[in-house]
């Protein structure tokens, strides 16, 4: 199981964890306040977010080597 909580967390309480971030999610004041900051609400479920951390990875490294083909620089 891939998480941002050390290797050694249980899945139970990675599970838990999971439950009590998308129930603060739902929450209306929770989400007028990540409007405000232009923040998205994304809750998921830890298989999903370990399959998008594997694609978020294969896209960084993909246009990693465009931009340094095409020479582009930071402003």
Same mark, same amino acid.
């Given at each position: 199981m891939e998480s941002d909580a050390p290797r050694s967390t249980p899945a139970e309480i990675v599970d838990r964890l999971n /439950?009590? *971030?998308n129930a603060t999610l739902a929450y209306p004041k929770m989400q007028a306040r990540l409007a405000e900051l232009s923040a998205?609400? =994304?809750a998921t479920?830890?298989?999903a977010f370990a399959r998008s951390r594997? =694609? *978020?990875a294969e896209e960084t490294e993909m246009w990693? /080597?465009?931009v340094k083909f095409s020479g582009a620089k930071p402003d």
């Amino acid at each position: 199981m891939e998480s941002d909580a050390p290797r050694s967390t249980p899945a139970e309480i990675v599970d838990r964890l999971n /439950k009590e *971030i998308n129930a603060t999610l739902a929450y209306p004041k929770m989400q007028a306040r990540l409007a405000e900051l232009s923040a998205a609400r =994304f809750a998921t479920s830890t298989a999903a977010f370990a399959r998008s951390r594997g =694609f *978020i990875a294969e896209e960084t490294e993909m246009w990693d /080597k465009v931009v340094k083909f095409s020479g582009a620089k930071p402003d």
